[in-house]
C-alpha cells in the first residue's frame, strides 16, 4: 500500500446507527486531517493532529469523534447523525509544520449518505 | 474573516492556454498551494507558492503576488484530461489551510 488510504470508500447509515471511518497513511508524516466536502463548497477542516495530539477541533458537532491511535492511522468515529452530514470525507496527511513541508497529501475519501 | 475566491466555472478548448484566478485574505499567511480535484477522486498537490513571481512546473505554472494577495494558476498545452477542478488554499498563521470553493474547469475539443 502506497499513499494515504481509506475505508470504507462508500457508506449508508441510518441517523441512529454507530460507524466509523478509517485513513492510514504510508508516508511516514506526522500530522494527520479530517475534512468535510460538500458539494459547490470549499473544503472544510474538521480535525488536525499533529505528533498525534489534536491541535484544532473546527467546532465540530460531537456526534464527530475523532481518533489517533498512532501516527500512521486516524479514525472518525460517526453517532447518530443527520441526513446534511452526508458528504465526501477526506483524510489527509503532511509533515509537521516546523518541518517546513507543508503539502497534504489526500486520500480517496469516504462518501457517506445518512438516511 | 477569512475568504479565498476563485472563480466557479471555466472553459477552454484543447490545446490552448487557460489562467485560473485565487484572491486570498487570510489571518496571517503561509504561502498558497493549488490542487487537483478531478471527479469523485482525492484533490493532489499541484503547487506551491510563498514567494512573489512565476513558478514552472512543465505545462502548469504558478504565481503569487503576496502584496495584492492574489495568485494564478496557468495551464498550456491543455489536454483533455485537464477537465478537473481546480482548488486554491491559503495557509494562515497557525498552519491551517483555507480552502476556496474549486474552479470547474471544462475542456472541449
Known amino acids: 500500500e502506497t499513499g494515504v488510504t481509506q475505508t470504507p470508500r462508500h457508506l449508508v447509515m441510518g441517523m441512529t446507527n454507530k460507524k466509523s471511518l478509517k485513513c492510514e497513511q504510508h508516508l511516514g508524516h506526522n500530522a494527520m486531517y479530517w475534512y468535510k466536502q460538500s458539494a459547490k463548497k470549499p473544503l472544510e477542516l474538521m480535525f488536525v493532529y499533529s505528533l498525534e495530539e489534536r491541535v484544532e477541533n473546527n467546532s465540530v458537532p460531537s456526534r464527530f469523534s475523532p481518533e489517533c491511535p498512532n501516527s500512521s492511522h486516524l479514525f472518525l468515529h460517526l453517532h447518530t447523525l443527520q441526513p446534511e452530514d452526508s458528504a465526501l470525507y477526506l483524510c489527509?496527511?503532511?509533515?509537521?509544520?516546523?518541518?517546513?513541508?507543508?503539502?497534504?497529501?489526500f486520500g480517496p475519501g469516504t462518501r457517506l449518505t445518512v438516511t | 474573516g477569512q475568504n479565498i475566491d476563485q472563480p466557479t466555472e471555466m472553459t477552454a478548448t484543447e490545446g490552448a492556454i487557460v489562467q485560473i484566478n485565487c484572491t486570498y485574505q487570510?489571518?496571517?499567511?503561509?504561502?498558497l498551494f493549488w490542487y487537483q480535484q478531478h471527479a469523485g477522486e482525492a484533490p493532489t498537490f499541484l503547487s506551491y507558492?510563498?514567494l512573489d513571481g512565476l513558478e514552472e512546473k512543465g505545462r502548469f505554472s504558478s504565481f503569487l503576488s503576496r502584496s495584492k494577495g492574489y495568485s494564478y494558476l496557468l495551464l498550456k498545452e491543455l489536454q483533455m484530461k485537464d477537465s478537473a477542478s481546480y482548488l486554491c488554499a491559503s495557509m494562515d498563521s497557525n498552519y491551517q489551510l483555507i480552502w476556496g470553493a474549486g474552479t470547474k474547469l471544462i475542456i472541449k475539443p
Open positions: 487570510t489571518s496571517g499567511f503561509n504561502g
Open positions: 489527509a496527511s503532511s509533515q509537521a509544520w516546523a518541518s517546513g513541508s507543508y503539502e497534504q497529501y
Open positions: 507558492n510563498v
